[in-house]
């Protein structure tokens, strides 16, 4: 396994140095944030750590001040690993920010793995722990505060029952024919039945409204008939060849990691099989936590927020606090789809938490708006509560409440939380999820919010040092 301790500067990294490289001075700054706050490294460290019996030991690999650094190189810039591995073994400059200095830096897939290895409490940490460190710096009171909601997306394709129902039979067929391969005796009794779903799904797929109507279900029954053969003859293989083993052992290895795909997408392709069964032929409406999106990523929601370019959305919502200097105080990727006001008091106490009073300044959209999120605000001590009436007739008080200057300003200022979701869609990688699984869907959220937040600061404390070059 890869061992996590710092290796010794080598006489070609003190070559390096002398070299004088002088970084970019919004990295320079991040650079010398994460050298004087080492708990930052260490809760790295520890991840990497996790699950070795003897971290020292071992090939040398990638250590947590790398790691740490590469992981916000890649947010920041907003690159692929193959690129990001690329760019730092042709720069200069950033082989000094992620500390590879005159060292090889390993392939890209190096880099996935020790990713991978972190954990979403981690980076919760790390980020609150950077907040906490602008904070103790100047730069952040936490006097005033802007919240939101937005969904970030999986990387799914639109579903339908029928491309479902597909899916699971083109990958249960492919997965049995992969354990063929490396059964001594092969399988035996398991029809490939792919090129009668497809032909099936297609036909589905090409109908036009009028046709769905009269030949929908007739087509549906006989794919989901094909559909539920695939699911139990590999079932039945699976029972067969219990006791099969290999000559070798990684093959043993690798039949037994097959064996669990072939049952985790059975059950998945059983649960598709229901929920079609249950809208198209008995004409059920299946409610939305009963139905799955996606056999690839299972934990995608289906998210209806009322926009008019996007009905529908496929992926997580995903709840944002961020501060009048910039800095994303709080995130949270949400479950289902809970409406926004809910979020007003576990954002309101978290806000306690972390700056010991709640925000004087409180503004949200209409979706915060409840008489119950407005008593919360009251009652937290939030001195001003902007957030717009959403539906029924206005009192006169509040007519007057939302149009005094003060809620004017308070709603402007609201509208900045808006750019910062788009700076984290285009330019930090958010909009879309490309990794597999809920815990690295909660990681792509926490890297996005850590380069943010070191960008964030990196900026006042430059904006700082100037203005104190200006004054000397």
């Known amino acids: 396994m890869t061992r996590t301790v710092d290796p010794q500067l080598s006489f070609g990294d003190l070559e390096f140095l002398h070299q004088s490289v002088q970084l970019d001075p919004l990295l320079q700054a991040i650079s010398n944030l994460i050298d004087s706050h080492g708990q930052l490294i260490e809760a ?33 810039k907003n690159w692929d690993y193959r690129e990001l591995r690329e760019r730092i073994a042709d720069g200069y400059t950033l082989r000094r920010f992620t500390d590879f200095y005159g060292r090889c830096v390993p392939k890209h897939d190096a880099f996935n793995r020790a990713f991978n290895r972190l954990t979403p409490e981690t980076l919760r940490a790390i980020n609150d722990a950077v907040v906490q460190a602008a904070v ?20 799914i394709h639109h579903p339908t029952d029928s491309t479902l129902l597909w899916d699971s039979v083109r990958v249960i067929t492919r997965l049995i024919g992969r354990l063929g391969q490396l059964l001594p005796q092969g399988v035996e009794g398991f029809a490939n039945r792919t090129r009668r779903a497809r032909r099936r799904m297609q036909e589905i797929q090409r109908m036009t409204p009028k046709q ?97 370019q996007k ?37 309101l106490k978290r806000h306690t938490e972390m700056f010991g009073d709640a925000p004087e300044l409180f503004s949200g959209d209409r979706g915060f708006f409840s008489p119950d999120s407005l008593k919360d605000c009251h009652h937290a001590g939030v001195l001003l509560a902007c957030i717009p009436q959403r539906g029924g007739k206005k009192t006169p008080e509040r007519e007057v409440f939302e149009k005094s200057p003060a809620f ?24 879309r999820c490309l990794a597999e699984g ?16 070191l960008m964030a600061i990196a900026g006042l404390l430059l904006k700082k040092r100037q203005r104190h070059r200006a004054a000397a």
Not at 312 to 339: C, D, M, W
């Open 438 to 453: 809920h815990e690295r869907f909660e990681l792509l959220v926490g890297a996005a919010v850590l380069a943010n937040n």
């Open 44 to 76: 790295v460290r520890q991840d990497l750590e996790r699950g070795l019996k003897n971290p020292a030991t071992g090939r040398s690999g990638l250590n947590a001040q790398q790691v740490l650094r590469s992981l916000i190189l890649q947010r920041i």
């Open 136 to 155: 103790e710096l100047g730069l952040e009171d936490g006097s005033q505060l802007r919240v939101d909601t937005t969904v970030v997306e999986t990387d």
């Open 212 to 308: 769905r109507h009269q030949r929908q279900r007739r087509k549906y029954r006989d794919l989901i008939r094909t559909s539920e053969q695939v699911v139990h003859n590999a079932r039945a293989v699976l029972t067969r060849t219990s006791n099969v083993r290999s000559i070798d052992l990684l093959s043993d290895i690798a039949i037994r990691e097959l064996r669990v795909q072939i049952e985790h997408y059975c059950g998945l392709g059983l649960q598709v099989i229901d929920q079609a069964r249950r809208r198209v032929l008995e004409e059920e409406s299946v409610p939305s936590e009963q139905k799955i999106y996606s056999i690839f990523e299972p934990h995608t929601d289906l998210i209806k927020r009322g926009k008019a």
């Open 311 to 347: 009905p529908v959305e496929f992926g997580h919502k995903v709840f944002l606090a961020e501060s009048a200097r910039g800095l994303i105080t709080q995130y949270r990727v949400l479950k289902g789809n809970p409406v926004d006001d809910a979020q007003v008091i576990p954002c």
């Open 408 to 431: 004017k300003r308070g709603q402007r200022f609201r509208a900045g939380i808006e750019g910062r979701i788009s700076v984290l869609f285009r330019g930090r990688g958010m909009k």
